[in-house]
T-cell receptor, first 112, second 115 residues
Framework: QKEVEQNSGPLSVPEGAIASLNCTYSDRVSQSFFWYRQYSGKSPELIMSIYSNGDKEDGRFTAQLNKASQYVSLLIRDSQPSDSATYLC????????????FGKGTSLLVTP | DAGVTQSPTHLIKTRGQQVTLRCSPK?????VSWYQQALGQGPQFIFQYYEEEERQRGNFPDRFSGHQFPNYSSELNVNALLLGDSALYLC??????????????FGEGSRLTVL
């Protein structure tokens, strides 16, 4: 099993809809979870961090963490065409020290 | 407040050559990490520098080396370049005391093409 897994997509949603991005990870005791947004040809930009079970909301973004199921998700409400990008899930696994382990990313396309 | 800055932004090398990439961390940050991102993949951890020492290294060969200077800036050196070294090289910095939480701020990257 890969350490951090994401569906590569593309995930296509209409403008105004909710986009749901999912990520699973291999290590039950991992403590730090992040979502990065990466536009084509650009570097990753941190949009959410979450450390405890439950939901964390920031504007149109909600991160959801379920450590028992080893699952973290990102919801984007009222999706806009400018949200079209690749979303990278990153986890600081318990055996990875200071390194972040990234998934391959999910490509999101928001259509007008 | 300047973010993480990297140079050069793009460069082309041939197999066997050597390359040096440079990074200045975000103001107030003292820890620098380097990641390699191949096309269509997530970033892969190369190493992290703190207090001018390599604190942790990922699964990369010794051809990859680095340095951190007293002003916290950093260099990544790659020797004997291979075609497979073609990638976006990302520098990321962290706040003092926050690195344990893993929150990273990335620069725009240096895109290396090896011919």
């Amino acid at each position: 099993q890969k350490e951090v897994e994401q569906n590569s997509g593309p995930l296509s949603v209409p403008e105004g809809a909710i986009a749901s991005l999912n990520c699973t990870y291999s290590d039950r005791v991992s403590q730090s979870f992040f979502w990065y947004r990466q536009y084509s040809g650009k570097s990753p930009e941190l949009i959410m961090s979450i450390y405890s079970n439950g939901d964390k909301e920031d504007g149109r973004f909600t991160a959801q963490l379920n450590k028992a199921s080893q699952y973290v998700s990102l919801l984007i409400r009222d999706s806009q065409p400018s949200d079209s990008a690749t979303y990278l899930c990153a986890v600081r696994l318990s055996n990875s020290g200071y390194a972040l382990n990234f998934g391959k990313g999910t490509s999101l396309l928001v259509t007008p | 407040d300047a973010g993480v800055t990297q140079s050069p932004t793009h460069l082309i090398k041939t197999r066997g050559q050597q390359v040096t990439l440079r990074c200045s961390p975000k103001s107030g940050h003292d820890t620098v990490s380097w990641y390699q991102q191949a096309l269509g993949q997530g970033p892969q951890f190369i190493f992290q520098y703190y207090e001018e020492e390599e604190r942790q290294r990922g699964n990369f060969p010794d051809r990859f080396s680095g340095h951190q200077f007293p002003n916290y800036s950093s260099e990544l050196n790659v020797n004997a370049l291979l075609l497979g070294d073609s990638a976006l090289y990302l520098c990321a910095s962290s706040q003092p005391g926050q690195v344990i939480f893993g929150e990273l701020f990335f620069g725009e990257g240096s895109r290396l093409t090896v011919l």
